[in-house]
């Protein structure tokens, strides 16, 4: 038991698929968001090969990472199998950590934990909520209340949320919209496990490298008090995105890819 890490003992903990290990220098981890894969990455990755050794990875459940039937999709789950697979690697030195939308939110739980490892970090579209009991603003209180409620009905609405993420994939064809039914288990579980009861003020805090917060000035999940509580401590720096959205868009994945050094 003293092996015991967050989900899974640390030597059962299921490895990721490595999507992608390309280049060389400084090692760069890519880390995805919900309900899709490494190829949210596609307009990063060219950016990053010719000067760094970037890994992109499937999240458990997602692309093609398999999960265990026991999998409860937790952040300590995915967490623990992050390390497992990273560990697997036989990484040297520290890297640079990227995680778009709930991969900023796994990156930035595993940096807190495995302080050692990790050299800077870097959060894209990362959906912050706050306790609503702790947000000032009644706006914004509102705009919390209302995501949590909304992120509860589509988990559990499965065939609802699916149908209306196809009608929206027809107009907006981005393949994370798109919900595929061998995605739903982590989908669902991942939402309200990761997203809906969260801690990643508190996570972000405890992390002792510089982080970086990229995200778009048109982004439909954000809400300006998590970006303004996360601007207030001195180890995080903003960058807005001018026009540019939720997804890892070309203007969006350059300005990730100036901000890692």
Request: glycine fraction near 6%.
């Amino acid at each position: 038991m003293g092996d015991l890490k967050f989900g899974w003992p640390a030597r059962t903990a299921p490895l990721l698929n490595v999507a992608l290990d390309e280049g060389d220098g400084p090692v760069v981890v890519l880390i995805h968001g919900i309900n899709s894969s490494s190829e949210s990455w596609m307009n990063v990755v060219p950016l990053l090969s010719p000067l760094y050794r970037v890994i992109a990875i499937d999240l458990l459940g997602f692309g093609k990472s398999v999960a265990p039937a026991e999998a409860t999709f937790t952040l300590e789950e995915h967490v623990a199998a992050l390390h497992a697979t990273l560990r697997s690697l036989h990484l040297k030195g520290r890297f640079t950590l990227v995680g778009h939308s709930l991969g900023a939110l796994i990156s930035s739980r595993y940096a807190a934990i495995y302080r050692r490892e990790v050299a800077q970090v870097v959060l894209v579209s990362p959906p912050i909520y706050a306790n609503e009991a702790y947000i000032t603003e009644f706006a914004d209180r509102t705009v919390v209340k209302s995501y949590l409620r909304a992120y509860k009905f589509l988990r559990s609405n499965k065939e609802q949320t699916m149908r209306r993420a196809a009608w929206l994939h027809r107009f907006i064809p981005v393949k994370a919209l798109l919900i595929e039914e061998r995605y739903w288990g982590a989908f669902a579980l991942s939402m309200e496990h990761c997203i809906e009861g969260q801690t990643t003020i508190t996570d972000i805090a405890q992390i002792t490298v510089p982080v970086e917060v990229v995200y778009g000035s048109r982004d439909q999940v954000l809400v300006g008090d998590g970006i303004e509580r996360l601007a207030r401590l001195q180890h995080v720096t903003i960058h807005e995105v001018p026009k540019n959205d939720h997804f890892v868009r070309p203007a969006l994945a350059r300005e990730v890819a100036r901000v890692i050094r």
